[in-house]
Structures are given as structure tokens and as C-alpha cells.
């Protein structure tokens, strides 16, 4: 079955870059994309951006552009995100999110998702 | 790219149906058939429950339901239950690939 495995939570300070890791498990990991979605303390969900793990092509949310990376790494199928210059307000926890498909319509739902990764920002 | 509209709230009694509402724009819900539905439960990762805007995955309950007219995505549960109360989230791809949340709807089972 399908799994993603996230890394630990994780404390930083302000000004600081956190990396977290998604290890996939049960699918071919080069067939689906990868989302990245964050979710602050009592708030909602909010879509950070995808990686096309067959050749690391990305696309960021325009509020992320230049703070966040997606990368991966196809010998161990594990995608990361770097997000750096952090601040209190990104503290959350990040999840990786699979999509259902492989077409078009088919990358725009996340039928698989990680554990989530709480990540702290505070001096 | 600015959230989906949603319902901060709604309720209702054990048996009744809701519907909560995703209002978007023509640059997003309006431009493609690909609304999808999430459930969060307190402390769990999102579940999904429609996707393109009203198929139902496998596993989920023929009482959630999903449509979608011009702007605005629509989710009902009918028969509501008390395991169903739960945060709800819209998501839309918004073109470029790209994609957008709504803010969340708390569904209270009274």
C-alpha cells in the first residue's frame, strides 16, 4: 500500500532554514507528482507547490517563491522541502500529499498523504 | 492567489443533510472541473472525500456527495453522523499549475 513517511518535528529559530523529508513507500515513485501543504496552528490548509519527481521540475505558490525548494532524491524515493529565512508566522505542520493519477485531472487530488511534520519557528 | 470561499461554520442534527459551499473565481473553480473535498479530524492528516468536483473515492460514504455550478463547489452529507463532525476543506486548481484551499468549514453534529 501507498506510504509516505515524513521526518520529525523540528525546532529553529527565526532567520533559520528547516529541510523536511517525505520517504514514498508502495507506488513507483517517478509516476506521480508531489505536493507540499502546510497548515498553521488552528488554521486551514494552504498549498505550497508540486514536484514532478521524474525530472525535479517544480512549481511554488507565488507566496513561497524564493523561500521554498522541492527537491528529490529517486534512489531512496524521498522528496524534500527546504523552506528558509523563517519566521514565527511559518510555524505549522508540513505535510506531503500524493495525488490519485498521472493525467492531468488526476495530479489535482491527494488521495495520499503524509504524517505531518510540525515545525516550530521561535527564539 | 486568494483562498476559497467557504463557511466558517455549520451545523446540524444527527439524520439531517448539510451542504457546505466553495466559491471561487472564473480563474479557478469556474475554469475547471477539479474541486476537490477533504475531511481533518483533530490531530490527523486531511482524508479525501470528492474529487473532480463529484466523484466519490472508494471506501467513502455514498452520503457525501459533490457538485459544482459555474464558481461555486458544493459538498453535501445527508444522514449527518457523529463521526462526520470535522473541519472540511475545498481545494481548486487555479491554472499554472497551481492549486488553492478554501479557508475550512467546522461541521458541529448537534
Known amino acids: 500500500q501507498v506510504q509516505l513517511v515524513q521526518s520529525g518535528a523540528e525546532v529553529k529559530k527565526p532567520g533559520a532554514s528547516v529541510t523536511v523529508s517525505c520517504k514514498a513507500s508502495g507506488y513507483s515513485f517517478t509516476t506521480y507528482y508531489m505536493h507540499w501543504v502546510r497548515q498553521a496552528p488552528g488554521q486551514g490548509l494552504e498549498w505550497m507547490g508540486i514536484i514532478n519527481p521524474s525530472d525535479g521540475s517544480t512549481t511554488y505558490a507565488q507566496k513561497f517563491q524564493g523561500r521554498v525548494t522541492f527537491t528529490r532524491d529517486t534512489s531512496t524515493s524521498t522528496v524534500y522541502m527546504e523552506l528558509s529565512s523563517q519566521r514565527s508566522e511559518d510555524t505549522a505542520i508540513y505535510f506531503c500529499a500524493r495525488p490519485g493519477g498521472t493525467t492531468m485531472g488526476g495530479t489535482w487530488f491527494f488521495d495520499n498523504w503524509g504524517q505531518g511534520t510540525l515545525v516550530i519557528v521561535s527564539s | 492567489q486568494s483562498a476559497l470561499t467557504q463557511p466558517a461554520s455549520v451545523s446540524g442534527s444527527p439524520g439531517q443533510s448539510i451542504t457546505i459551499s466553495c466559491t471561487g473565481t472564473?480563474?479557478?473553480?469556474?475554469?475547471?472541473?477539479?474541486v476537490s473535498w477533504y475531511q481533518q479530524h483533530p490531530g490527523k492528516a486531511p482524508k479525501l472525500m470528492i474529487y473532480?468536483?463529484?466523484k466519490r473515492p472508494s471506501g467513502v460514504s455514498n452520503r457525501f456527495s459533490g457538485s459544482q455550478s459555474g464558481n461555486t463547489a458544493s459538498l453535501t452529507i445527508s444522514g449527518l453522523q457523529a463521526e462526520d463532525e470535522a473541519d472540511y476543506y475545498c481545494?481548486?486548481?487555479?491554472?499554472?499549475?497551481?492549486?488553492?484551499f478554501g479557508g475550512g468549514t467546522h461541521l458541529t453534529v448537534l
Open positions: 473532480e468536483a463529484s
Open positions: 481545494c481548486s486548481y487555479a491554472g499554472s499549475n497551481t492549486a488553492v
Open positions: 472564473s480563474s479557478d473553480v469556474g475554469s475547471y472541473n477539479l
